[in-house]
DNA sequence: TATGAATGAGTATTCATTCAT
DNA sequence: AATGAATGAATACTCATTCAT
């Protein structure tokens, strides 16, 4: 395009102010989730994201510190979610065994139809799980707590032979990590492939745990 | 110091040459390699290699095609040695099931001694697995080979419930990898929570597809 | 810390206010003062300033016009200081020449003690000394005019060679000014060796303008 | 102007190449250099620089390694012409009191030829006295060199109390330095004024020093 | 085979300032 | 009297890449 660089500006800033219902805070992370989402993680940029809601970068900084900040936004943004979905898929499921099972499967739903989002959340950085952005709850410990929720009731029940919560948990979480992280790098599985397999992990998870429940 | 860019290079120009003794082709990959493991994906500059190695950043241009080209090499240098190190741990065992537990731990070794590469290979660039550079066997086959290989074997004589082999190793790997790239990103498992878990992981994966060997 | 800039000035906007006694305008400059002693000429700027005392920027054009402006009175709290310790050296002693003397180490100590304020009064913004914001005397002229004043009273009682008394006392500003820029530039003086330097300087310039009073 | 950034260059590199006549590196010292003595040291900036001779700020990299090794090379320059200023004058006369009469004047005719690079680098950048950009020799210490040298040649010749060289060149500097840096700031005095009184400070420094000599 | 010279696009960030409220 | 929202311009710097030689 021929445009210069505040020509550009312009005419995105025609366009905006409409759909700017909420505040523009909630725009930005808006915006920015889906320009990461659509660039990836490497191609993300704040001009991108100021270009994309009609305003000047310099308007970002009075939402958020940095460029990274917005990253955690977008990141605690995907915690949030990913949190829900885990607690929803609990609370439909009144056993230990079928609670894995559903909460697994919510886990798999998640990071397929998040992939971009769990790459950032898991596996680029993952070291964003400790940060807590003020005016959320730190929901990925929720999110682990589930699984050791679950364990703990498990053995509570009989159903799982008794020891370390938090290692039965990280080896659950380990399994089914590895499943979807295959499937979310290199199209090495196609989505069928990757649901097939998962359910066999699922399968087995269930087996080493829950065998002497039958 | 202050030296300009260019004369930074030239300084450099002035202390190769000697060391110079296989083709530049291996000397750029070598230095990419370096500085790859030492900067990191996000940091890896064509420059900086040029600038290593006593070259200009053209000149790089004369055998990789591009940056990505380069590190495609790089990382199938991984892939090689990678490949290199489950084949040998497969040799030192007679035994389907103790050549699963060595090519096991051979994997885990590769990643937790090579992470940035491990990580290149299986998580950030994973398609790089689908592409084979000239020159080069498709040495990724061959690692996921060996696996199909010992599921083979392992239902060959009777002590595996035969089924699709791909399958099986699919889930095999994905137990592996999921361990590992947990330990990789961000800090989550100290190096000897990463081997208990591992550890525990094998055990399961034993238990899941050798149970009846006892 | 993670907070948006807007929500750090929130936070300092609470914290204010109690010390708000008198009016803002010399919040503000106290604030300007201390952030301009501690960050230097260049990296003094009204956000900081605002920041401190917790308004906004906007606030700050209230009371003074522009960055300029607000330096500008900076400047002039340093005239004013500067002014006062000659006048009171001055007033210490009734002889001439012991005036001189005193004025002259009350110069060398202001420059010591506050070295960013006199770079900015004498050596980076002098042209401040041609301008007198509103609500303030012309402080310099007064501190030039001491100067002036010890010289006449020096010819009137026969102890300086009669001449021109403007010359005479930008001959002598010349000189002390020449040790304390020289002390203050780049670490090329370290106080004692400056100090020392300035008690030569100033013996010559007594033996220069007080010679036959002996 | 309406022109985009990229066009504003076009335009700039069009109109050079021809006065390219040297190598880069001094065109753009060159350019670098005026640019500073128009600006002034706070509104200094590469873009202009590059702009100035028509080539993209980038290539300005290739020659200087950053913002502030550009600024010491100007500085530099400044150093070598002043030294040999201060050097050609010295030659010009046989007495150490002539010597140093000349080379005062020498002194003050560069900084009020060059004020601005005198300031950078007698009074912002002072610090660059004790860098060497390569292939410069150090000029400075041949600068204050020369007046040790005539001190010490003041003092061999009886002429001269006896005292610390060092001390009573400092002596000599400040008191130059002190004139010279007032006429350049602010203002203050105008170029005859200036010259009026930097010719009583030579006067009052050979009164000093050379007292005996009559 | 290798270089030297240069580019163009892009990055995050900071600043003084304005305007409507 | 003070703010909140936003701007526009600027900054230093780095990168992958190309082209003529």
Redesign the interface.
Known sequence: MSL??SERIKVASAARREQQKGDLQSTILEAATHLFEENGY?NFSLRQVALAIGYTPTTI?????DKD?LL?HVAYDGFRLFGESLENAYATKPEPSERLDAVGWAYFDFAMSHPIHYQLM??????????K??GYESTMDNSFGILERIVQEGIDSGLITPGDVR?YS??I???????V??AL?????TYE?AK??FA??QE?VH??FFEHSK
């Open positions: 210069t660089k490497e900084y009075l939402y958020f510190k900040d955690l898991f596996m680029q950085r993952a070291e964003f799980l400790a940060c952005p003020e290692t990280a080896l979480w380990a399994s089914v990590h590895g499943v992280s295959l790098t290199g199209n090495l599985l492939e097939g397999l066999l992990q087995a087996r080493a």
